[in-house]
């Protein structure tokens, strides 16, 4: 069921709400204050309740929108799931795109340094940083040059 389902409409007011009753009520004390709790007791309180039990359900995260910058999910589900994708590739060996920017690059000390990248190249991959562009001495078979700028 959906959230939307639970919305109180103008319809359940018309039908539930003291309006529907006579404007001079002739029942009994107790039968003119359940004119008036009618309302309350059969559409509030279920469709509450009902709205109460969709956000405890596992789907609950579906209904929920959600705008995240960087992200394209559009509810809290599919943005959680977008975000453990992330992580998995960032931890099992990839680098999401763009997660490496001229910023980091260029930061002094760069933010992206030898240490942090070992263990995203195989280990027979060596990693040498600068400033400048490298010639054929300063690199070895097997090395990965990155250039950033001061």
């Known amino acids: 069921m959906a959230f939307t389902e639970q919305k109180i409409l ?3 007011i018309t039908n539930n709400g003291v309006q529907s009753q006579p404007n001079k009520l002739t029942g009994s004390a107790l039968q003119n204050k359940q004119a008036f709790d ?3 007791d059969d559409v509030v309180q279920s469709k509450f309740n009902a709205l109460i039990d969709e956000l405890l359900a596992s789907t609950a995260a579906g209904q ?3 705008s995240v910058t960087g992200l394209t999910a559009t509810n809290v589900g599919a943005a959680l799931l977008e975000l453990l994708t992330a992580m998995q590739d960032i931890t099992q060996g990839s680098v999401a795109d763009g997660s490496i920017t ?6 002094n000390p760069p933010a992206v340094q030898n240490d942090n990248l070992s263990g995203i190249l195989p280990a027979y991959v060596g990693i040498k940083m600068g400033t400048s562009v490298p010639t054929t001495d300063d690199i070895s078979a097997g090395q990965i040059y990155l250039k950033y700028s001061t």
């Not at 001229?102 to 930061?107: G, I, T, V």
């Open 38 to 40: 009618k309302l309350i």
């Open 10 to 12: 103008d319809s359940d």
């Open 64 to 66: 929920i929108g959600a």
């Open 102 to 107: 001229h910023a980091k690059l260029s930061a």
